[in-house]
């Protein structure tokens, strides 16, 4: 087999490994609507950010700093900025902003409001980095955020306009928030520092950024108060939905870029319905099937590409 050939099978490996991972982070970030909307019940977001991120942290650095210990500390002052930023666009302000809007909505809205997430990280992408978007992908993604219109107007799409709230607004916010979180800021982090170092200063960042908060709001005697369920989903959201999704996802967008990455994206609202139906007991409106179905097709559009990616080593 020639080089050429070794090299294709390579990213071939590479990518179809990439597509069961970000398939498992849909999950979990289905599962983080439900783990939002009940936490909402027992503690404040600034809690819920604080405790989440003191575990993650704990973690990331036993996993991290002993293989990364010649290098965790040799970081540029620009690159340290750019890491705080990090940490206050896609942990702590994205943290505070959706656990406040889930005291509003429904785990399955929230949820079909993530949807939005990929065009407006395809737009960014183009404009920023110059990443080449073809005609049929911008349609693509199209179609899947008006899948996500359907469900969330329960058909009517009127209803878009006419019912916007302000939890649904937070939580819009907090995807603008995550947008600029994995776009604007973390890939220019990421080309230059490994994905694991990236994600645990980060996480320090955020948590340096809700311990005056933290402190101020009396989070420790509030934790006395947290029945063992509420411990149960700060673990989850701690151990999943931070120290692994936050490391796949870094990577994923490395691999195949912003755009593709942001393409799954669209099934976190049908992952998040389902959880919210089994595990809350929400009601499911007609309307998720049709729409469901319209953001299965539009993500089959827009993953169309081919493209040559380069991996780049974390």
Not at 54 to 61: C, E, Q, V, Y
Not at 137 to 148: E, H, N, S, T
Not at 233 to 246: N, P, Q, S
């Amino acid at each position: 087999m020639s080089t050429v050939d070794n090299t294709s099978s390579l990213f071939k490996h590479s990518e179809v490994i990439n597509i069961a991972k970000m398939l498992f982070c849909v999950l979990i970030w289905g599962a983080s609507f439900v783990a939002g909307k009940q936490l909402a019940l027992y503690a404040t977001p600034i809690s819920i950010g604080f405790f989440r991120y003191l575990i993650a942290l704990f973690l990331l650095l036993i996993i991290v700093l002993p293989k990364r210990r010649e290098t965790f500390f040799k970081i540029s002052k620009k690159e340290m900025f750019m890491l705080f930023c990090l940490g206050f666009t896609g942990l702590f302000a994205y943290n505070i902003l959706f656990f406040w809007g889930m005291e509003y909505v429904t785990a399955s809205k929230a949820s079909i409001i993530t949807a939005l997430g990929p065009i407006i990280t395809a737009i960014g992408a183009a404009v920023l980095f110059k990443e080449k978007i073809y005609p049929f992908q911008y349609v693509g993604i199209g179609i899947g955020v008006f899948g996500a219109i359907v469900v969330l107007s329960e058909g009517n799409l009127l209803l878009i306009i006419d019912n916007f709230t302000f939890g649904e607004f937070l939580v819009l916010a907090s995807i603008f928030s995550s947008t600029l979180y994995s776009l604007l800021i973390g890939r220019p982090v990421l080309a230059n520092i490994p994905t694991d170092i990236a994600v645990t200063w980060a996480v320090f960042f955020g948590l340096v950024l809700f311990f005056p908060f933290a402190i101020h709001n009396g989070a420790f005697n509030e934790a006395k108060t947290f029945p063992w369920q509420a411990w149960a989903w700060i673990a989850f959201l701690a151990v999943l939905a931070t120290v692994l999704v936050y490391i796949w996802y870094y990577h994923s967008i490395m691999l195949i870029g912003a755009t593709r990455t942001n393409e799954y994206m669209n099934l976190v609202p049908i992952a998040g319905v389902c959880f919210a139906y089994f595990g809350l007991g929400e009601s499911v409106h007609s309307s998720l099937y049709t729409g469901g179905v319209i953001i299965l097709i539009g993500m089959y559009i827009a993953s169309r590409k081919k493209k040559k990616v380069s991996i780049i080593k974390a």
